[in-house]
């Protein structure tokens, strides 16, 4: 039975998205996704927060979420570009299919490359958007059982596992938090009305617009990061060797190489998604290891290809990358939970149209949501379809001089923060925020905490308050509710997770490889 509805309510999405008008978009929102995360740098994170105040003016937010999912398919498609045609990975997630991406080129199988990582990115993106439609709504309905106390419990350990992990030092990701969590505070009490850290400024009265921050850290202080390393990047990308269209790019031997990485590839990424602090970056490079080892104990014809152009090792981590977006949906849409950098944008994204992810969004914006999965599906096709018939494009794209190029994003970033509210105040306040995030990059202070503290900040606070307000102040209820104290006990073991290849030396008795577990954040 549930499935029967399930088949209803997605066949009544993709008659939403099918409407000419709707199919626009997602043909503009993959354009404008790959156009822009095909630069050197950019990973979609920083698309989206680039291209978020295009939506301001949308009416209507189906079309924005249907744009935002094109989007999002056309950023994370234009990172493996880069990753293969100039070796610059604009995301942590990137860098596995760099490795052997790139050497690919080299030798002169550029096509090759761009079409497993095309279409291993389809098939993973398929199968992981179907696993979604089934699982999502059922973990709604189980997480309206969800108290206050569950809440915040739930929240602290998003918010605690994303900063002990990304980032090299655990001090500066807490830092960063501190100062994430300061911003979602300043302007009025929501349950008292007092005014807090507005510094009698009466602008500050309804707090920093989360936008401004997600634009000016992100589009602006990320572009400044990306464009003061210009030097360090190539400025020409690898030929691209003249081949045929669609599946002339691959021959029978990479086709046979590539569907078995794909769906372990898939395999890996949504579960890893699906979990707080699992991103895109663990499922890419457990991908690249899982190939690189059968490669080796299966002892087949191309043993020693890994390191030099192995066509697994760019299929394998293209789907766990793409399979991981989709696991990254399941907490945002059910729990209201961004378990990543790039999910704390698309939260911002839900709240501009005061549209709240949750265990109620199935039930009260259910023709919203099952148009934004039926949307994954068509972007997730549409890709497929414009990706490499338009590959001479991107690789003019990338010939542009990128002094012109990021100088134009900048641009593009502050008139976006204008259409936002037509005021200098919010251009100013937005580049001031890119500065401190430029400094806190140089400095290798991670941006993601900073995010997610504004945005779950305040919805922390309010959890914690309406706990302590239903128990009369008795804060021994955190720890009374069996499922409250389950997840606050895994709050304090994410603090230990970076540590663990340290633990697991130890115990072996030998000297571990790496100092403590970390990844990028920019997934």
């Given at each position: 039975m549930i ?5 209803g309510d ?5 008659g ?6 709707n ?5 503009l929102g ?5 156009l ?6 950019i ?10 105040p ?11 979420f249907?744009?935002?999912a094109?989007i999002?398919?056309g950023?994370?498609?234009g990172?493996s ?12 997630a ?7 991406g790139?050497?690919?080129?080299l030798r ?9 990582a095309?279409i291993g990115?389809f ?7 179907i696993?979604?439609?089934f699982?999502?709504k059922p973990?709604?309905?189980l997480a309206?059982?969800?108290q206050?106390?569950?809440?915040f419990?739930?929240t602290?350990l ?12 655990m ?6 938090l ?12 929501s349950?008292?009305g007092?005014?807090r850290y507005t510094?009698?400024?009466l602008r500050?009265?309804d707090?920093?617009?989360?936008v401004i ?7 602006i202080g ?5 464009a003061?390393?210009?030097?360090s990047?190539?400025d020409r990308p690898?030929?691209?060797e ?5 599946t002339?790019?691959?021959n029978?031997s ?11 590839g898939t395999?890996l990424g949504?579960?890893f998604?699906?979990?707080p ?9 457990l991908?690249y290891t899982?190939?690189?080892?059968r490669?080796r104990?299966a002892?087949r014809k191309h043993?020693d290809?890994?390191?030099d152009?192995?066509i ?8 766990a990358?793409n399979?991981s977006?989709s696991?990254?949906l399941?907490?945002?849409l059910t729990?209201g939970l ?8 698309m939260l911002a994204?839900?709240?501009?149209f ?5 265990p109620?969004l199935f039930?009260?914006?259910g023709t919203?949501?099952w ?6 599906y068509?972007g997730?096709l ?18 542009v001089?990128r ?10 970033a502050c008139l976006?923060?204008?259409?936002l509210s037509?005021?200098?105040y919010?251009v100013?306040?937005a580049l ?7 400094f ?8 993601a905490?900073?995010i997610?503290g504004?945005?779950?900040?305040p ?7 309406r706990a302590?307000v239903?128990s009369?102040?008795?804060?021994s209820?955190f720890f ?8 606050i ?9 970076p540590?663990?290849?340290?633990l697991?030396?130890?115990i072996?008795g030998t ?8 990844f990028?954040?920019?997934?």
């Amino acid at each position: 039975m549930i499935s029967q509805a399930v088949f209803g309510d997605l066949l009544h999405g993709f008659g939403t998205v099918l409407d000419p008008m709707n199919l626009l978009w997602a043909v503009l929102g993959v354009t404008l996704g790959m156009l822009v995360g095909i630069l050197p740098g950019i990973g979609p994170a920083l698309t989206i927060a680039l291209l978020l105040p295009i939506t301001f003016n949308f009416s209507d937010p189906i079309g924005a979420f249907i744009m935002f999912a094109g989007i999002y398919y056309g950023a994370m498609y234009g990172g493996s570009t880069t990753s293969i045609l100039i070796n610059t990975p604009g995301e942590s997630a990137s860098v596995a299919t760099a490795i052997e991406g790139h050497k690919m080129a080299l030798r002169g199988r550029a096509r090759a490359a761009l079409a497993t990582a095309a279409i291993g990115s389809f098939v993973a993106g398929t199968i992981s958007t179907i696993l979604l439609t089934f699982v999502a709504k059922p973990i709604g309905q189980l997480a309206s059982e969800f108290q206050a106390t569950d809440y915040f419990a739930i929240t602290l350990l998003a918010m605690v596992a994303v900063t002990a992990i990304v980032g090299h030092s655990m001090v500066r990701g807490l830092l960063s938090l501190t100062v994430g969590l300061f911003i979602g505070l300043i302007g009025l009490d929501s349950l008292s009305g007092a005014q807090r850290y507005t510094f009698g400024t009466l602008r500050l009265l309804d707090g920093v617009d989360v936008v401004i921050v997600i634009v000016g850290l992100f589009a602006i202080g990320e572009t400044l990061h990306v464009a003061s390393k210009l030097r360090s990047t190539p400025d020409r990308p690898a030929v691209l060797e003249k081949g045929r269209l669609r599946t002339g790019y691959l021959n029978k031997s990479d086709w046979a190489r590539s569907w078995a990485p794909w769906l372990r590839g898939t395999a890996l990424g949504f579960p890893f998604g699906a979990i707080p602090s699992g991103g895109a970056e663990v499922p890419t490079f457990l991908s690249y290891t899982l190939e690189r080892r059968r490669a080796r104990k299966a002892g087949r014809k191309h043993p020693d290809e890994f390191g030099d152009g192995a066509i697994e090792g760019v299929a394998g981590p293209e789907a766990a990358n793409n399979a991981s977006f989709s696991g990254v949906l399941v907490p945002l849409l059910t729990l209201g939970l961004p378990t990543s950098a790039t999910a704390a944008v698309m939260l911002a994204a839900f709240q501009i149209f005061n549209v709240q992810p949750g265990p109620q969004l199935f039930e009260d914006q259910g023709t919203l949501v099952w148009t934004l999965i039926a949307s994954l599906y068509v972007g997730n096709l549409l890709l497929l379809i414009m990706n490499l018939p338009l590959i001479q494009v991107w690789v003019q794209v990338l010939k542009v001089p990128r002094p012109l190029l990021y100088a134009g994003i900048l641009v593009f970033a502050c008139l976006g923060v204008y259409s936002l509210s037509g005021s200098g105040y919010e251009v100013l306040l937005a580049l001031l925020i890119g500065v401190v995030g430029f400094f806190m990059r140089k400095l290798d202070f991670p941006i993601a905490p900073v995010i997610l503290g504004v945005i779950l900040g305040p919805t922390m606070e309010e959890q914690f308050r309406r706990a302590l307000v239903i128990s009369n102040g008795d804060a021994s209820v955190f720890f009374t509710r069996p499922l409250s104290l389950i997840i606050i006990v895994l709050t304090v073991l994410a603090l230990f997770v970076p540590y663990i290849p340290r633990l697991v030396a130890r115990i072996r008795g030998t000297r571990p490889t790496r100092d403590r577990l970390s990844f990028g954040e920019d997934d």
